[in-house]
């Protein structure tokens, strides 16, 4: 009697071929999407640190012409003369200067503008 309960319960105890199929088929399946979604983030990151990079370079090279020198990086920059004109408590007043843009040639989605005036405003 006692040799029929031991066979028993080493015949339902282990798992089949089927089920450790089945088992290793979803944890493909769930190794696939962490993989798929670790390259998604890696190369969001990546993306988000080149245009930090382009930022930081654009604005050092605007500071630095503004300030009447050259910049340290290559940027395509436009300058052209043009007028603030802004209304404060009721009067008007313009101030005349000049516009700097610069734009990162390596990703031209980055661009930043300033406006230089000639003189203090009276």
């Not at 930090?52 to 940027?75: C, Q, R, Y």
């Not at 920059?77 to 516009?99: D, F, H, I, P, W």
């Amino acid at each position: 009697m006692e040799r029929k309960e031991r066979a028993k319960t080493a015949t339902t105890g282990g798992m089949t071929l089927v089920e450790v199929v089945v088992s290793l088929a979803l944890l493909a399946v769930v190794a696939l999407i962490l993989v798929t979604g670790f390259s998604a983030a890696g190369k969001l990151i990546r993306r988000g640190t080149d245009t930090k990079n382009s930022t930081d370079k654009t604005i050092s090279a605007l500071e630095m012409l503004a300030g009447g020198l050259s910049p340290a990086d290559e940027v395509d920059s436009t300058e052209e003369e043009s007028t603030l004109t802004y209304t404060l408590n009721g009067a008007t007043r313009s101030v005349k200067g000049r516009t700097i843009t610069v734009t990162d040639p390596e990703d031209p989605a980055i661009s930043h503008r300033v406006f230089v005036p000639d003189a203090p405003a009276q």
